[in-house]
């Protein structure tokens, strides 16, 4: 058995006492039964900040359009396949957790134009011109990509210019700085 996020919430009201649409952050990680739909009981979430639906069924992005204050979305550990229904946020989102899940591609994302933390590890991103579409994100300065089949035949070092060469606004990648060292590799690559 599996609910929709407006059960969810009407749930989370109750053991804390609090009313879902004053609340800057909601926490429904790991709900038991899990939620399998973002339905339209998120639209009563006009002030949340920060939305946790991870840990849970969930299986396509949707319903955010009347969350017009949400900078942190964690939708990790769901199964996602596809990054859409972000347009609605694009223009106050600045951090999208979504690791853990079934993501192959990165179109849709373009529309989050604050987007400064992407956490997408252990995905299934295996081309790279899905990782060059985020140069087009001049905000993302912290990017979360290890255990994506790109990866695949590199070590951790020899892939950070790799996507070096693709992003280079990011500064923090699978939680390392990156060095002036790892910029030079990844200029020499364009030649």
């Known amino acids: 058995m599996a609910i929709g996020c407006a059960k969810a919430i009407q749930d989370w009201e109750a053991k804390k006492s609090l009313r879902?649409?004053?609340?800057?952050?909601?926490?429904?990680?790991?709900?038991?039964?899990p939620i399998n739909k973002m339905d339209q009981g998120l639209n009563q979430l006009t002030s949340c900040t920060k939305l946790?639906?991870?840990?849970?069924?969930?299986?396509?992005?949707?319903?955010?359009?009347?969350?017009?204050?949400?900078?942190?979305?964690?939708?990790?550990?769901n199964?996602?396949?596809?990054?859409?229904?972000?347009?609605?946020?694009?223009?106050?989102?600045?951090?999208?957790w979504i690791s853990y899940n079934l993501i192959e591609?990165?179109?849709?994302?373009q529309?989050?134009?604050?987007?400064?933390t992407l956490f997408i590890?252990?995905?299934?991103?295996?081309?790279?011109?899905?990782?060059s579409r985020l140069s087009q994100l001049s905000s993302l300065k912290n990017?979360?990509?290890?255990?994506?089949?790109?990866?695949?035949?590199?070590?951790?070092?020899?892939?950070?210019?790799?996507v070096i060469r693709r992003c280079g606004q990011i500064d923090v990648l699978d939680g390392t700085i990156v060095s002036d060292q790892v910029r030079k590799l990844a200029e020499e690559m364009k030649d």
């Open 20 to 33: 879902a649409s004053e609340a800057t952050e909601i926490r429904l990680c790991a709900w038991n039964p």
């Open 52 to 77: 946790s639906l991870s840990t849970n069924s969930i299986d396509k992005i949707m319903n955010l359009s009347n969350l017009k204050n949400l900078k942190i979305l964690s939708l990790g550990r």
């Open 79 to 96: 199964i996602i396949r596809k990054i859409t229904g972000l347009d609605e946020v694009g223009a106050t989102l600045e951090q999208l």
């Open 105 to 109: 591609k990165l179109d849709g994302i």
């Open 111 to 116: 529309s989050c134009v604050r987007l400064n």
């Open 121 to 131: 590890s252990n995905n299934k991103i295996k081309n790279w011109e899905e990782v």
């Open 143 to 162: 990017l979360l990509l290890a255990g994506n089949p790109i990866y695949e035949g590199f070590t951790k070092e020899d892939v950070k210019p790799q």
